[in-house]
């Protein structure tokens, strides 16, 4: 113990479909916006991290600032958690995505301070405001921070313990694709900014000197400037690694760049390949992918030795209630690992939450319920609630156990025997919160 002022921060868990915390035995894929935040935090404050997921959150201990950050519906918990602390007057700061995208004043309903943007720049100059008895409402990122320049995580705040199988890195920050229904081209502008490789390698290092080879890009599109994707995959193969990430399909044209990337340590890619339905996909600024497509590109990456994982969306203007067994039948055919779908949710601050919600198609304005799996809109092509029981119903069939292991046999065969145990694991794990009705991915 110090006598530095003492500061939690908070990464809260996401909520399940009766909108209750979900707990994990380990945090499988973790992020880095908290070692992050703990390597720019002042050395005058002593910092604390906490992520809900895993851990119990401290509420009866002594702390002079709470900081609360979080992605989708984990909005809603942060908003719950910081209740507790205020009403034990507690100051407490909210920042993230979700609470930059949404309606301010519903944050501010629950904090007393609203962080906004990346927070690399801010956090420092609030924690800084709050030791001089200056804090103010509102912290705004004035200018993008530079990732050519960022401090090295703070690893060790990460509880290795705690950790799964993967430890986080970022070679890239944003993504200049422009779909309509994406947070992420929303919150970074289509901005695309990319970390010199030799920071890149130095974070490498610094994750694997906390038990594990096994890295998770968390970048939302590691493929995007070829130059730059070759040169960082030249410079990782020496540094002996697994590593996932997700990625634009285009990858899947250029064999050159994925034979570099499985010699650089790559086993897994996610694709966001959204849907079947060609009408559908152009519908949300996807026209640069071609359905018709799809089955050769994954074959180019399998025979390259690197597994898919499928990202798509149910519900899209054009999917009729026949789309629930085209996604089964696309998704079995091509033997995808670990397939992931979402219901489209309009999140708030994307051009689709804008446009549904002046065409009147929002039903239901309760965020914690905006967690992929309910629809909280009236569809296109059908009901609300045949979405929701199709998409439902559709899991459960992908992830039937024969299901399972006619799906697992499109892992490549020499993947490695621990990367294809994980891969299995995900299944079972996915498997389980199917039938909780939580939906994968999300923790």
Known sequence: MTNKPRILLVAPTALDYHNRPIKTRKLYLPGLTMPMLAAVTPPEVELVCCSETIQDIPYE????????????SGLVRAW???????AKGIPVAIGGIAASLCDHEMTYAHADVLITGEAEQVWPEMIRDFLAGKLKKRYVMQHRPDIKTLPLPSYQSMHPNELGLWRPV????????????????????????????DQVIRDVRAAKKTGSRYIAFIDDNIGVDWKYFEELMTALIPEDIIWISQCSIHIAEKPRMLGLAYKSGCRLLSFGIESVNQTSVDTVGKTFN???????????????????????ILGLDDDQEDVFDATYEFLMRNKIPVPR???L?????????????????????????????????????????TLQEGYWDLYSRLFTIPAIYKRVKGIPASTEF??????????????????QRITPGIV
Not at 293 to 298: G, H, N, S
């Open 170 to 197: 970022q070679a890239t920050r944003g993504c200049p694709f422009p779909c309509e229904f994406c947070s992420i081209q929303s919150y970074f502008e289509r901005s695309y900014r990319k970390r010199p490789v």
């Open 418 to 435: 621990k990367m294809k145990t994980f891969l299995l694991g995900v299944n079972m794990h996915y498997r389980k919160h199917i039938s």
């Open 290 to 312: 071609h359905t018709s497509q799809y089955d050769e590109l994954l074959r180019n990456v399998r025979e390259q030795s690197i597994a898919v994982s499928s990202e798509m």
């Open 341 to 343: 779908l979402y219901i």
């Open 61 to 72: 201990e002594h702390w002079d600032l709470v900081g609360i950050t979080g992605m989708g």
């Open 345 to 385: 949710t309009p999140v708030p601050g994307t051009k689709m939450y804008e446009d549904f919600d002046n065409a009147g198609r929002i039903f239901n304005y309760n965020y914690g319920d905006y967690n992929g799996g309910k629809a909280v809109f009236t569809p296109g092509r059908m009901s609300a609630e």
């Open 80 to 86: 719950e958690i910081a209740d507790v602390f205020r």
